[in-house]
Nanobody, 123 residues
Framework: QVQLVESGGGLVQPGGSLRLSCAASGSIFSTYLMGWHRQAPGKQRELVATITSGGNTNYGDSVKGRFTISGDNANNTVFLQMNSLKLEDTAVYYC?????????????????WGQGTLVTVSS
């Protein structure tokens, strides 16, 4: 089994900053991509940012220039630094990871999702 544990969500004022963390654990052989998506009330889940094990990053248009994703490969952890937060950034932020896990002695490719952490931007 592979689990993702997110932390760092909370309440912040517009213009403020938050840092999210997500740690993957379990029977992981390798991790080749980790990232964040978000879902606001009444809206579809959307891409926030992803990072590959090689350090290549990809950002959703709405967060470019404000959010920065980084990773710690050795600890299967990904971070999301969120600056200049706006009201419209309010959402549940979900961590996800594409991993190769060892299950019953075999290597399996899995996509795993965390439970989500709430970020509320409000004055």
């Amino acid at each position: 089994q592979v689990q993702l544990v997110e932390s760092g969500g909370g309440l912040v004022q517009p213009g403020g900053s938050l840092r999210l963390s997500c740690a993957a654990s379990g029977s992981i052989f390798s991790t080749y991509l980790m990232g964040w998506h978000r879902q606001a009330p009444g809206k579809q889940r959307e891409l926030v940012a992803t990072i590959t094990s090689g350090g290549n990053t990809n950002y959703g248009d709405s967060v470019k220039g404000r959010f920065t994703i980084s990773g710690d490969n050795a600890n299967n952890t990904v971070f999301l630094q969120m600056n200049s937060l706006k009201l419209e950034d309010t959402a549940v932020y979900y961590c996800n990871a594409a991993v190769v896990a060892v299950l019953e002695g075999r290597h399996r490719s899995l996509e795993v999702w965390g439970q989500g952490t709430l970020v509320t931007v409000s004055s």
